[in-house]
Nanobody
Framework: QVQLVESGGGLVQPGGSLRLSCAAS????????IGWFRQAPGKEREGVAC????????DYAESVRGRFTISRDNAKNSVYLQMNSLRPEDTAIYYC???????????????WGQGIQVTVSS
């Protein structure tokens, strides 16, 4: 059974940094595309960042480009989201997702973590 577990969330002041981790069990993440998503109260879930299974490409939401970085450590079977220059509007529950399935050039997310809270506030 595949499980994804996020960690590293919490409360941070505006302008601060956090690094989220997504650790997997039951599968090797290096065979998967990985995505980070977030959902703020009263808003729809949105994609934040993704990385291809070959590590050849990454993509970011316009709202986080230049501030967030997605990366993976295959030896630790983990994926990370480094978040810098955090803003109050980054407050949300953050989820990681993984998939081997690409349909019409887009990932079809197979596995999801339980989510972790990130709060940016002074």
């Amino acid at each position: 059974q595949v499980q994804l577990v996020e960690s590293g969330g919490g409360l941070v002041q505006p302008g601060g940094s956090l690094r989220l981790s997504c650790a997997a069990s039951g599968t090797r993440l290096d065979y998967h595309a990985i995505g980070w998503f977030r959902q703020a109260p009263g808003k729809e879930r949105e994609g934040v960042a993704c990385i291809s299974k070959s590590n050849t490409s990454t993509d970011y939401a316009e709202s986080v480009r230049g501030r967030f970085t997605i990366s993976r450590d295959n030896a630790k079977n983990s994926v990370y989201l480094q978040m810098n220059s955090l803003r109050p509007e980054d407050t949300a529950i953050y989820y990681c997702a993984a998939t081997k399935i690409i349909s019409q050039g887009q990932p079809v997310w197979q596995y999801w973590g339980q989510g972790i809270q990130v709060t940016v506030s002074s």
